[in-house]
Protein backbone atom coordinates (compact mmCIF):
# COMPACT_ATOMS: atom_id res chain seq x y z
CA UNK A 1 0.00 0.00 0.00
CA UNK A 2 2.98 2.31 0.90
CA UNK A 3 4.68 1.72 -2.62
CA UNK A 4 1.39 2.40 -4.40
CA UNK A 5 1.32 6.27 -3.73
CA UNK A 6 5.00 6.61 -3.98
CA UNK A 7 4.18 5.80 -7.43
CA UNK A 8 1.23 7.49 -8.17
CA UNK A 9 3.11 10.44 -6.65
CA UNK A 10 5.84 9.95 -8.78
CA UNK A 11 3.70 9.50 -11.89
CA UNK A 12 2.05 12.83 -10.80
CA UNK A 13 5.46 14.20 -10.85
CA UNK A 14 6.27 13.26 -13.86
CA UNK A 15 2.72 14.58 -16.10
CA UNK A 16 3.25 17.92 -13.97
CA UNK A 17 7.48 18.15 -15.33
CA UNK A 18 6.15 17.36 -18.82
CA UNK A 19 3.84 20.27 -19.08
CA UNK A 20 6.44 23.07 -17.23
CA UNK A 21 6.60 26.72 -18.55
CA UNK A 22 10.10 26.28 -19.45
CA UNK A 23 8.55 23.42 -22.20
CA UNK A 24 5.86 25.13 -23.03
CA UNK A 25 7.51 28.48 -23.44
CA UNK A 26 10.11 26.43 -25.66
CA UNK A 27 7.37 24.55 -27.69
CA UNK A 28 5.69 27.89 -28.55
CA UNK A 29 9.08 29.14 -29.99
CA UNK A 30 10.01 26.17 -32.03
CA UNK A 31 6.69 26.75 -33.92
CA UNK A 32 7.39 27.92 -37.26
CA UNK A 33 4.02 29.13 -37.76
CA UNK A 34 2.83 31.34 -34.73
CA UNK A 35 5.54 34.37 -35.99
CA UNK A 36 7.27 34.42 -32.44
CA UNK A 37 10.65 33.68 -34.82
CA UNK A 38 10.33 34.38 -38.11
CA UNK A 39 12.48 34.11 -40.87
CA UNK A 40 13.07 35.72 -44.07
CA UNK A 41 15.30 35.35 -47.26
CA UNK A 42 16.61 38.22 -49.41
CA UNK A 43 19.23 36.33 -52.35
CA UNK A 44 21.95 35.24 -49.46
CA UNK A 45 20.86 37.08 -46.79
CA UNK A 46 18.56 35.91 -43.91
CA UNK A 47 17.53 38.33 -41.80
CA UNK A 48 15.22 36.24 -38.45
CA UNK A 49 13.48 38.19 -36.14
CA UNK A 50 12.77 36.71 -32.71
CA UNK A 51 10.53 37.82 -30.23
CA UNK A 52 11.81 37.89 -26.79
CA UNK A 53 9.28 37.44 -24.06
CA UNK A 54 8.64 39.82 -21.40
CA UNK A 55 10.55 37.50 -18.72
CA UNK A 56 13.55 37.33 -20.62
CA UNK A 57 16.09 40.22 -19.23
CA UNK A 58 14.84 38.95 -15.74
CA UNK A 59 16.66 36.14 -16.40
CA UNK A 60 19.52 37.94 -17.26
CA UNK A 61 19.08 40.46 -13.88
CA UNK A 62 20.00 39.71 -10.17
CA UNK A 63 16.69 42.14 -9.99
CA UNK A 64 13.46 40.40 -9.89
CA UNK A 65 11.06 43.03 -11.01
CA UNK A 66 13.42 44.11 -14.26
CA UNK A 67 11.84 43.30 -17.68
CA UNK A 68 8.51 42.41 -16.52
CA UNK A 69 6.41 45.64 -17.66
CA UNK A 70 8.87 47.89 -19.31
CA UNK A 71 9.60 46.88 -22.95
CA UNK A 72 8.85 44.79 -25.40
CA UNK A 73 11.99 43.25 -26.86
CA UNK A 74 13.14 41.80 -30.24
CA UNK A 75 16.30 40.09 -31.23
CA UNK A 76 17.18 40.42 -35.18
CA UNK A 77 20.04 38.27 -36.58
CA UNK A 78 21.67 38.49 -40.01
CA UNK A 79 23.68 36.36 -41.60
CA UNK A 80 24.96 35.32 -45.49
CA UNK A 81 26.59 32.72 -47.22
CA UNK A 82 28.31 35.47 -48.67
CA UNK A 83 30.10 36.14 -45.45
CA UNK A 84 32.88 38.77 -46.74
CA UNK A 85 30.22 41.08 -48.26
CA UNK A 86 28.16 40.42 -44.66
CA UNK A 87 31.60 41.41 -42.84
CA UNK A 88 32.13 44.01 -45.27
CA UNK A 89 29.05 45.92 -44.62
CA UNK A 90 28.77 45.36 -41.16
CA UNK A 91 31.74 47.46 -40.82
CA UNK A 92 30.03 50.70 -42.23
CA UNK A 93 29.01 52.87 -39.34
CA UNK A 94 25.52 52.82 -40.57
CA UNK A 95 25.30 49.11 -39.23
CA UNK A 96 25.78 50.56 -35.64
CA UNK A 97 24.36 53.90 -35.47
CA UNK A 98 21.03 55.82 -35.90
CA UNK A 99 19.74 52.14 -35.88
CA UNK A 100 16.61 53.98 -33.97
CA UNK A 101 15.75 55.41 -37.84
CA UNK A 102 15.29 51.51 -39.01
CA UNK A 103 13.20 49.78 -36.55
CA UNK A 104 9.17 50.23 -35.88
CA UNK A 105 6.63 48.82 -34.24
CA UNK A 106 3.27 49.78 -36.12
CA UNK A 107 0.31 49.29 -33.54
CA UNK A 108 -2.92 49.40 -35.64
CA UNK A 109 -2.68 52.63 -36.97
CA UNK A 110 0.41 54.14 -34.50
CA UNK A 111 3.93 53.96 -35.15
CA UNK A 112 6.29 53.62 -32.63
CA UNK A 113 10.21 54.32 -32.39
CA UNK A 114 12.29 51.77 -30.35
CA UNK A 115 13.13 53.20 -26.94
CA UNK A 116 16.60 50.95 -27.04
CA UNK A 117 18.13 49.94 -30.56
CA UNK A 118 21.62 48.56 -30.52
CA UNK A 119 24.02 46.40 -32.27
CA UNK A 120 24.75 43.35 -30.10
CA UNK A 121 28.90 43.40 -29.82
CA UNK A 122 28.93 39.48 -29.32
CA UNK A 123 25.92 38.55 -30.92
CA UNK A 124 26.51 35.90 -33.09
CA UNK A 125 29.04 35.04 -34.79
CA UNK A 126 29.71 35.05 -38.94
CA UNK A 127 26.27 37.06 -38.65
CA UNK A 128 25.15 40.48 -36.78
CA UNK A 129 22.83 40.95 -34.06
CA UNK A 130 20.30 43.66 -33.15
CA UNK A 131 18.57 44.01 -29.74
CA UNK A 132 15.07 46.21 -30.41
CA UNK A 133 13.01 47.60 -27.34
CA UNK A 134 9.73 49.47 -28.05
CA UNK A 135 7.73 50.86 -25.04
CA UNK A 136 5.14 48.54 -24.09
CA UNK A 137 1.52 48.72 -24.38
CA UNK A 138 -1.76 47.53 -23.43
CA UNK A 139 -1.95 45.24 -26.74
CA UNK A 140 -6.00 44.72 -27.40
CA UNK A 141 -7.06 41.46 -29.10
CA UNK A 142 -8.20 42.06 -32.53
CA UNK A 143 -5.38 44.51 -33.35
CA UNK A 144 -2.64 44.58 -35.76
CA UNK A 145 0.82 44.46 -34.76
CA UNK A 146 3.67 44.31 -36.72
CA UNK A 147 7.37 44.56 -36.62
CA UNK A 148 9.41 46.57 -39.37
CA UNK A 149 13.02 46.54 -40.30
CA UNK A 150 14.09 49.33 -42.74
CA UNK A 151 17.19 47.11 -43.86
CA UNK A 152 18.81 49.59 -46.37
CA UNK A 153 22.58 48.42 -45.92
CA UNK A 154 22.08 44.43 -46.15
CA UNK A 155 19.50 43.49 -48.32
CA UNK A 156 18.18 47.00 -49.51
CA UNK A 157 14.34 46.14 -48.20
CA UNK A 158 12.00 47.16 -46.01
CA UNK A 159 11.19 43.74 -43.97
CA UNK A 160 7.73 43.47 -42.13
CA UNK A 161 7.25 41.04 -39.40
CA UNK A 162 3.37 40.60 -38.13
CA UNK A 163 2.81 39.60 -35.09
CA UNK A 164 -0.10 37.57 -33.38
CA UNK A 165 -0.49 39.38 -30.22
CA UNK A 166 -2.40 36.45 -28.14
CA UNK A 167 0.78 34.56 -29.08
CA UNK A 168 3.22 37.69 -27.59
CA UNK A 169 0.63 37.21 -24.25
CA UNK A 170 0.86 33.97 -23.69
CA UNK A 171 4.52 33.61 -23.91
CA UNK A 172 5.06 36.79 -21.70
CA UNK A 173 3.08 34.59 -19.25
CA UNK A 174 4.69 31.30 -19.80
CA UNK A 175 8.23 33.52 -19.17
CA UNK A 176 6.81 35.03 -16.12
CA UNK A 177 6.58 31.73 -14.61
CA UNK A 178 10.36 30.88 -15.34
Same mark, same amino acid.
Given at each position: ??????????? &???? !??????????????????????? %????????? /????????? %???? !?? %????? /?? %??? !? @????????????????????????????? @?? &??????? &????????????????????? /? +???? =???????? =? +??????? +? =????? =? @??????????????????
Amino acid at each position: MKYRYGWISLA &LLAL !SCQNSPAKQLQQLHDDKDNGLVQ %EKRINNTVV /TCSYLPAGW %ERKM !SD %EPDVG /TV %EGM !S @FEVNITSADKADLIQKGSHQMASYGLDTV @FQ &LIYDQDT &LPPLLAQRVANGNVGGIVYLV /T +FDRR =TLEQGSKL =T +FVYKDWL +F =TATRL =T @FPLQINLLQQSDSLSLKL
